[in-house]
């Protein structure tokens, strides 16, 4: 039976990815004699192509290739090449199994391979010391890639910033952790795999974004989904400190992640995921595990009911990620979080299916909530049962989330801005995807043309580029200057003591206090779990919630 944790993994995947079933060769192009614009960089010569006004240079290796003994292990710098490297051609997504649950996300086949390590980069001519946006794909950690066209990073770029987009490796060959791969290591941990390789990548950026004509001081990371998840990772592993100097998070999740040695909060621990996975796949050892087809590994593992996670390990994740930024130990760097009003409509899987009767409803939730199941029924009340599960699963993973990196921040005296995106457009409203999840990406990126095919389609009308031109003056003003602005729009207020964020409906449009009681309902339940330290939180919520504990003290409001 495939368990809930399994299914939410294939479900967020598909939101903002394109997914490829298998291996698929590049198309060659003519043979052509002109030489595109060339860059001396620190880890070697590199030949873009002129589009419009924008250089762009697609497919450069970050790291070395993490294939044979080189899978499962931290990356390796590359090391400087000789001659000119052809950078015109998008580097293949990591591997990444076929989408089973729906064709929303789905996009259209693409090439693959386990050599993946590859970065994108978008520069205005003549750039210099422009600032950086570093950009994360979303898909739960198993899927997505820097190739799929809604990434396209020229309509940033001709705002006068450097557009950087990466891969990083997925799934098993991502994620997974084992107790022969810890003893491997000089740390004595393992997992986070594809985290390191984020990290790599703002190395590399580092070392090498000046000579593109970009600003190594000034890099902001930004995600959506996964990505989002994966910022939130990057701002609380010290590994990663000093390599941004800003961070977006788009629809993050705050929830409670494995701890690589000890089972904690009714999850195993991720070395015993990872030995269990290696049980089922009946190989006896990791140098059997590395001797599979990569391919047919990576379609396993879910299948087997490997889900990827990072891993609580002590030093690249030190703690629990709501431990650290109540500690105030996460990167202490302003901050763009924001949250979709019909998140979960695309993602149906992760809500119950409410009862027939209101009763029912009540019951249960009386039941599962005890002395909070009053102040529940307020926020999500039984007269729009389904309704009340979209929004209850909506709240407690991405909602929560977002206004508490914002108050994190704010507690740190950074500025933080808040958003919520309730924008819909008629071929999303009419299959009731209002506000969908990832359904702000097209407008952030300005890639109306760039959604799967299954995307209700954005209609390309005066009103709706005015729409996206505000979300790329916003997103791009806070990239330059910590502060989102955006020509002939309203000001965006920072979070502050007020709760002010800032509504995309049909327009934006500046308010305070959203969703009230919402933030300190969920951050009280998270609370009582934490404190008994069996329970999970996540999408357990509502309908799925286990008995809640009882008050405890340290959950004081």
């Not at 995947?13 to 060339?38: E, I, R, W, Y």
């Not at 810890?182 to 590399?204: C, F, K, M, T, V």
């Not at 047919?296 to 629990?320: C, E, S």
Request: glycine share 8%.
């Amino acid at each position: 039976m495939i368990s809930l944790r399994h299914l939410f993994v294939w479900s967020v995947a598909m939101a903002s990815v394109v997914l490829a079933p298998s291996n698929f060769a590049q198309q060659a192009k003519p043979a052509n004699t002109q030489h595109g614009p060339t860059v001396k960089a620190p880890a070697g010569e590199v030949e873009g192509e002129t589009e419009g006004k924008l250089q762009v240079f697609k497919g450069i290796p970050y790291a070395m290739p993490p294939v044979g003994l080189g899978r499962w292990k931290a990356p390796s710098p590359m090391p400087k090449w000789d001659g000119v490297k052809k950078a015109t051609e998008f580097g293949p997504a990591c591997f990444q199994p076929k989408p089973q649950l729906s064709t929303l996300y789905a996009g259209d086949p693409m090439p693959m391979s386990e050599d993946c390590l590859t970065l994108n980069i978008w520069v205005p001519t003549g750039a210099s010391k422009a600032p950086v946006f570093f950009w994360i794909y979303g898909g739960a950690l198993s899927g997505g890639a820097s190739r799929d066209p809604l990434y396209n990073g020229a309509r940033l770029a001709e705002q006068g910033i450097v557009v950087v987009s990466i891969n990083y490796r997925l799934g098993v060959l991502g994620w997974m952790a084992h107790p022969e791969l810890s003893n491997e290591s000089p740390l004595r941990i393992s997992g986070n795999y594809g985290l390191l390789d984020q990290i790599e990548a703002l190395h590399w950026v580092q070392r090498n974004i000046s000579a593109f004509g970009g600003d190594p001081a000034n890099v902001t990371i930004a995600g959506e989904s996964a990505g989002a998840l994966s910022v939130m990772y990057l701002m609380a592993a010290p590994p990663a400190r000093g390599l941004f100097a800003k961070a977006i998070a788009e629809s993050a999740y705050m929830i409670s992640t494995p701890e690589l040695k000890k089972a904690s909060f009714g999850s195993p621990s991720s070395e015993e995921s990872g030995m269990k996975l290696a049980s089922a796949l009946h190989a006896p050892d990791i140098a059997a595990m590395r001797a599979m087809d990569a391919y047919k590994l990576t379609v396993a593992a879910p299948a087997a009911g490997f889900a990827p996670w990072g891993a609580v390990d002590g030093h690249v994740l030190k703690a629990q990620l709501v431990d650290v930024f109540d500690k105030g130990e996460q990167a202490p760097v302003p901050l763009l979080a924001g949250f979709n009003s019909g998140e979960i409509r695309s993602l149906t899987i992760l809500a119950p299916k409410a009862p027939e009767f209101a009763a029912e409803y009540e019951s249960t939730i009386n039941d599962r909530y005890l002395d909070l199941a009053k102040e529940f029924l307020r926020l999500y009340p039984s007269d729009n049962m389904q309704e009340s599960a979209y929004a209850t699963t909506r709240d407690a993973l991405y909602g929560w989330t977002a206004q508490r990196l914002v108050r994190k921040q704010t507690a740190l005296g950074q500025p933080a801005f808040l958003y919520f995106f309730d924008h819909g457009y008629p071929a999303a409203d009419v299959l009731s995807l209002h506000g969908f999840h990832a359904s702000e990406l097209p407008y952030v990126f300005g890639t109306f043309n760039g959604t799967p095919p299954h995307w209700p389609k954005v209609p390309d009308t005066a009103q709706e580029r005015k729409f996206s031109d505000a979300m790329i003056g916003y997103w791009t003003s806070f990239v330059r200057t910590g502060v989102p602005q955006a020509s002939n729009e309203p000001t965006w207020p920072v979070f502050g003591p007020t709760g002010a964020y800032m509504a995309f409906k049909k327009a934006p449009q500046p308010s305070d206090h959203l969703l009230p009681g919402m933030y300190e309902f969920n951050e009280e339940v998270v609370c009582r779990r934490r404190a008994v330290g069996n329970i999970a939180w996540n999408w357990n919520v509502g309908l799925y919630s286990p008995k809640n504990p009882a008050p405890q003290p340290q959950c004081k409001p």
